[in-house]
């Protein structure tokens, strides 16, 4: 069984480690075009992005074993990141319908260079609603900002 766990401020360290290790394995696995000096550099910001980030839930199991986490500000989400060995078995659903339901997430980023993200999130109903050929670091990774089709019979169906 696995549950969410929200992690309130100020966050532990052994937490936000354990989290970020979650994020590395899951973007070597997911986000190809990034190369390892990318990795290097982008480290230290997501490791201060979840030390900061207003929502942030960590998905584990019984044993306390990080599966994934997601981070949210208003109605945005900003980061879902599920361990390798965590995909394809209903979580980043699970998470993401929480995240849609009990927290009022209506919009996110995804980069377009992710393309089985790109389809997860158009599977649960978020739209394309903008192209930026740079991301919010200025680096050339395309992102796609989608939103919630609120015109959409049901979520995630």
């Known amino acids: 069984m ?13 937490d936000l480690e354990k989290l970020l290790s979650v994020w590395d394995s899951s ?19 997501v490791r201060q992005g979840l030390r900061e980030i ?11 074993i990080k599966l994934g986490f997601m981070g949210t500000d208003a109605d945005k989400l900003e980061m879902l990141f599920l361990h390798p060995d965590a ?5 980043g659903r699970r998470v993401l319908d929480f995240a ?11 980069n377009e260079q992710n393309p089985a993200a790109l389809a997860f999130y158009q599977h649960m109903g978020f739209i394309v609603t903008e192209r930026t050929p740079l991301d919010d670091m200025g680096k050339p990774w395309p992102l796609l900002r989608m939103r919630l089709d609120d015109s959409a019979d049901s979520f995630g169906e």
């Not at 549950?3 to 360290?13: A, C, G, H, N, S």
């Not at 929502?55 to 044993?63: E, F, I, K, M, S």
């Open 2 to 14: 696995e549950y969410l766990q929200k992690l309130l401020l100020p966050r532990r360290k052994d």
């Open 27 to 45: 973007v070597r696995s997911t986000h190809g075009f990034l190369r390892e000096e990318d990795i290097a550099m982008l480290t230290p910001f």
């Open 54 to 64: 207003p929502v942030l839930y960590a998905l584990q199991d019984t044993q306390g």
């Open 87 to 91: 995909r394809g078995k209903g979580y």
């Open 100 to 110: 849609v339901r009990e927290l009022g997430v209506r919009r996110l980023d995804v």
